[in-house]
Nanobody, 123 residues
Framework: QVQLVESGGGSVQAGGSLRLSCAASGRTFSNYAMGWFRQAPGKEREFVVAISGTTGAIGYADFVKGRFTISRDNAKNTLYLQMNSLKPEDTAVYYC????????????????WGQGTQVTVSS
């Protein structure tokens, strides 16, 4: 089992920044691909960005390229999401997720999920 706990959400104005964290426990963190997903009210959960465990390969959704950066600290069992130049349309609950091996963009490929953290961007 892998337990995931997100933190760092909050309310910011458009153009601002937030850094989300996802603390993982349970198994060897470095073996797991980690992803960030988000779900806005009335919308489906969507892929944001993910990073593979062993290779470190990264994939971003087009709508966050150049604004969001994913990173991981395997020594601290923690995943990060640095979000810059935030827009009102980035408002959502952000979830981190984990799966063994390489990352995938589909949410159903992930086995473990955190409880989510709310990000609200005002115009």
């Amino acid at each position: 089992q892998v337990q995931l706990v997100e933190s760092g959400g909050g309310s910011v104005q458009a153009g601002g920044s937030l850094r989300l964290s996802c603390a993982a426990s349970g198994r060897t963190f470095s073996n797991y691909a980690m992803g960030w997903f988000r779900q806005a009210p009335g919308k489906e959960r969507e892929f944001v960005v993910a990073i593979s465990g062993t290779t470190g390969a990264i994939g971003y959704a087009d709508f966050v390229k150049g604004r969001f950066t994913i990173s991981r600290d395997n020594a601290k069992n923690t995943l990060y999401l640095q979000m810059n130049s935030l827009k009102p349309e980035d408002t959502a609950v952000y979830y981190c997720a984990a799966r063994r091996g390489n990352y995938y963009r589909g949410q159903y490929e992930y086995d473990y999920w955190g409880q989510g953290t709310q990000v609200t961007v005002s115009s």
